[in-house]
């Protein structure tokens, strides 16, 4: 019996988790044939709408609308499709994610954080469910309003986070937002500017170069005439705007150079508010607040992962989830304020050093 016994154990146990895998098979079989159901009873719904509108229009008119009439599906013999995505065995409230790292899929979830851009202290957290971050960004405004008791004067965020709704948004009116527009790849705007330059370069045949000129015939020379206009009208004039417009057109993106003309003409009211971003952020201002994301926000997450080893979840389910990355936050914010503190101190202390030596 003592040698049966800890076997016996440990073959209950085995089939105690094989029983509950079973039953978690079941119940996302059961869930993936409900969705199933779910998604045919809308599309023979769509289907007997669009029939029916047929009918009314035919009745109407008189003429019979073009083309067959849509296929009913049967909802009795709707199936889970071959890539029908069914939920986590392990935890079910997770969701399939990109990461934009490595640019495979993960199942976890979407982490929010607002950083402060002079102690790099975490104002604002949360743990979500979705996949895009367009719909976080009012959301974690408000919750560091919450914390803080205002909202901030400036804040800058990724290209998830653009959106015309956003931008638009009246409660966030008082914020100065820097949100990149689309991703760009590093040095982007050297390449730009040197592959315009070279393909302007080659533009130029070579027998065409500039001519020297001596310096009395240079003095003597007077300005052209402008030309005339040949419809019998006074002399036509090519307005600088335009000129200037014709060389962007030939060195900048077609959409900078839409933007850019619109600044020259000086009428933005034909922008759209994400253009209206983009032109904000290709000025030096705003590369400048942009840029300093490389230092308040992207640090954060690799002191996160690499210093506290915070990589995986420990906890299954949203609220468990979101209770523990809180208490990671918090610890983050602790040696944060306990660091800026010393250095305070520290200066102090250099300060009070350095004027007990000038004053002897």
Not at 4 to 21: A, E, F, I
Not at 243 to 269: E, N, Q, W
Not at 289 to 315: D, L, N, S
Not at 316 to 322: A, D, S
């Amino acid at each position: 019996m003592c040698r049966t016994g800890p076997k016996k154990k440990k073959l209950q146990s085995l089939l105690t988790k094989r029983q509950r895998h079973l039953a978690n098979i079941c119940k996302a079989i059961t869930a993936l044939e409900a969705k199933a159901t779910r998604e045919a009873e809308e599309k023979a719904a769509e289907a007997n709408r669009k029939i029916e509108e047929r009918r009314r229009y035919q009745a109407e008119t008189g003429v019979k609308p073009k083309g067959p009439d849509p296929v009913v599906p049967d909802v009795s013999k709707a199936v889970p499709g071959p890539k029908s995505q069914s939920e986590n065995f392990v935890d079910g409230e997770s969701r399939i994610m990109m990461d934009g790292a490595t640019k495979g899929f993960v199942q976890g979830y979407n982490t929010q954080n607002a950083v402060d851009s002079v102690c790099q202290i975490v104002v604002a957290t949360s743990v979500t469910q979705e996949v895009n971050d367009k719909q976080q960004l009012v959301p974690m405004t408000l919750a560091v309003e919450e914390t803080t008791g205002q909202l901030p004067e400036k804040a800058s965020a990724d290209s998830g986070y653009c959106s015309a709704a956003n931008l638009t948004d009246a409660r966030l009116r008082d914020v100065d937002f820097y949100i990149a527009v689309a991703r760009q790849r590093h040095h982007s705007d050297e390449n730009e500017r040197s592959a315009a330059a070279e393909h302007s370069r080659e533009a130029v045949p070579a027998e065409t170069g500039p001519v020297a000129m001596p310096i009395e015939k240079a003095q003597s020379a007077k300005p052209a005439a402008p030309p005339q206009n040949t419809n019998g009208g006074g002399p036509s004039v090519v307005s600088s705007a335009a000129i200037v417009c014709c060389a962007l057109l030939s060195t900048y993106h077609p959409l900078v150079f839409i933007l850019r003309t619109a600044m020259l003409i000086g009428d933005l009211k034909f922008l759209t508010p994400v253009q209206l971003m983009e032109l904000k952020l290709s000025t030096p201002q705003g590369k400048a607040e942009y840029a300093k994301r490389k230092c308040v926000v992207e640090p954060v997450h690799g002191q996160v992962k690499e210093v506290q080893r915070a990589r995986r979840f420990q906890f299954r389910g949203l609220k468990k989830v979101n209770c523990e990355w809180r208490l990671i936050m918090m610890g983050h914010n602790i040696l944060k304020l306990f660091r800026h503190a010393r250095n305070k101190v520290l200066e102090i202390i250099r300060t009070q050093a350095r004027s007990l030596c000038y004053s002897g």
